[in-house]
């Protein structure tokens, strides 16, 4: 038999492949249609009610600035009973915003420093109860933390506040016009607000500092860095963002906190530049002292001013935004 003329057997031949089908950019699944559905319908329904509220907080509104007989945006008195009425936000925007810059001041070290001691310099032991601590303090209500500041906060803050109207006060900013008051002033809620918003700005900026490149800190230990200089040049880059971040959901609560300011705060409305001097107010405290008792019309001038505090949360936010987007750095991709 001649071999050379033998030929090798035809491999067997494999069944037909489905064609795969084509790719448009568009979802196949039934399951990614679903999921995409209720992505966009999720979106849509938040967009819908936010200018539902936008819309019924300006008509509302609408209704007590055309009978104000004052400039709504710049008076000092708030009267919307008087004949003619008479209302103005200028004394709730001055305390809305000192007292939320004050507890910013005080609360923004204090909560980075206290991530980065959690995050990159506790013992394992120790940081775990410490972040579980924090976490708690985030869930309290508003209500304890304004009882705890009336009746523990205010009476211990006599002594600062003397030490600073008596060393400070000619700034004019820590003079007391009448030593020896009690301390429920614009500073005092400041304090507290810092110490309602300490937990949430914490918990945001440990998370971050924790998702920092582990190779860029080891690189930076094996080229001689120190502890710092290693945070200094790697983690803060990296968390920039989130500590923006952090600081405009803590900066949210501070502007809307009712229940704390209401129960520290003396009531008044009173114009002063001396943080140490009781009786001022802020939008949310007003509104929740006065809502019960207004009539119609003296409701929908606190619908007014509650526009106010909307408009300043939105415009807080969308600076943030702005600032993060803007600066690719703070992204943390170029840590």
Partial sequence: MDISRTSAAPPPK??????????????????????????????????????????????????????????????????????????GIGVLAFGTVVSSVIAMVIAVPVAVGIALFISHYAPRKLAAPLAYVIDL???????????WGALFLVPYLDGLTSWLDEFLGWTTVFEMSNPGSPA???????????IMILPIITNVTREVFLQAPKM??????????????????SVLPFGRSGIISASMLGLGRALGETMAVATVLSPGFLFSLHLLDAGSGTFAQN?????????????????????????????????????????KEYSGANA
């Fill in 14 to 87: 494999q069944p037909d492949e489905p064609a795969a089908a084509p790719v448009k950019g568009q979802a196949v699944h039934r399951g990614d249609k679903l999921f995409r559905g209720l992505s966009r319908g999720s979106g849509i329904t938040l967009l819908v009610i936010m200018a539902a509220i936008a819309a019924f907080l300006t008509y509302r509104a609408s209704l007590a600035i055309s009978k104000d007989s004052v400039n709504f945006l710049t008076a000092f008195e708030w009267n919307p009973q008087g004949d003619p009425p008479a209302f």
């Fill in 137 to 147: 303090l985030a869930a309290v209500p508003s209500i304890i933390y304004g009882l």
């Fill in 184 to 194: 429920r002033s614009i500073f005092t809620v400041g304090i507290l607000l810092a």
């Fill in 216 to 233: 860029y800190e080891e690189a930076a230990l094996a080229l001689g860095a120190t502890r710092w200089e290693v945070i200094r040049m």
């Fill in 287 to 327: 509104i929740a002292a006065k809502f019960n008792e207004a009539d119609d019309f003296g409701r929908d001038a606190l619908i007014a001013s509650g526009l106010v505090l909307f408009v300043i949360t939105l415009l807080v936010n969308g600076a943030a935004r702005y600032i993060i987007g803007r600066r």
